[in-house]
Structure formats: structure tokens, C-alpha cells
């Protein structure tokens, strides 16, 4: 069974650090290009980050760049996120997402195949 499966949200102060996991099963991530979306309450799903399937082609979002990180490791098929200097503006559901592609994609309709979520809260 094709699965995706995210990890590592929580509650964090301010200015703290989360790593999310996106591990996947019942295909090799290798083909794919991954995406990482977020949806706050009473707004639409955004696009944060995107990694290429080779890992050599990654995108972000203005408003996370140079505060979150996207990688990934074929081995573990599992792709994260290390978002630090969290922000309140940051508190989200968080999903990942397997891309149509082997590149980056922005829209939401290229990905075929959506984790469950893990919510993120970032509060003092």
C-alpha cells in the first residue's frame, strides 16, 4: 500500500526548532520529487518546500527561507524538514506530498499522493 507518513510536529516556543519526517512506503521515493505544504486554520493550503528527486533541486517558500531546510535520504525513503527560528505565523498542519514529477512543482493538483499531516504550533 502506497503511503506517506509525517513525523516531528509538536508544540514549540518562539524562535525553537522542529524536524519533520516524511517517510514513505509501498514506493521508492527515488522517482519522485517531494513537496512540503501547510494549511493554518481558516487559510488555504501553501506551498513551503520542494525537493527534486535527485536532491539537487530544492525550492522554498519567501516567507521560510533562510529559517527551514529540506533534504532528503533515498535510502531511508524518507524526505525531512528542519524548520528553526519558528515563528507563531508558522503554526500549521503540515503535509507532504509526492510530486507527479521528478522536479519541483508548485501546485497542490501535481502531487498524487498526501501524507495525513502532523500540526506544528509554534506559541509562548
Known amino acids: 500500500q502506497l503511503q506517506l507518513v509525517e513525523s516531528g510536529g509538536g508544540l514549540v516556543q518562539p524562535g525553537g526548532s522542529l524536524r519533520l519526517s516524511c517517510a514513505a512506503s509501498?514506493?521508492?521515493?527515488?522517482?519522485?520529487?517531494i513537496g512540503w505544504f501547510r494549511q493554518a486554520p481558516g487559510k488555504e493550503r501553501e506551498g513551503v518546500s520542494c525537493?527534486?528527486?535527485?536532491?539537487?533541486?530544492?525550492n522554498y517558500a519567501d516567507s521560510v527561507k533562510g529559517r527551514f531546510t529540506i533534504s532528503r535520504d533515498n535510502a531511508k525513503n524518507t524526505v525531512y524538514l528542519q524548520m528553526n527560528s519558528l515563528k507563531p505565523d508558522d503554526t500549521a498542519v503540515y503535509y507532504c506530498?509526492?510530486?507527479?514529477?521528478?522536479?519541483?512543482?508548485?501546485?497542490?493538483?501535481?502531487?498524487?499522493?498526501w501524507g495525513q499531516g502532523t500540526q506544528v504550533t509554534v506559541s509562548s
Open positions: 506530498a509526492r510530486s507527479r514529477r521528478r522536479f519541483c512543482v508548485s501546485s497542490p493538483y501535481e502531487h498524487d499522493y
Open positions: 509501498g514506493f521508492t521515493l527515488d522517482y519522485y520529487a
Open positions: 525537493i527534486s528527486s535527485s536532491g539537487g533541486n530544492t
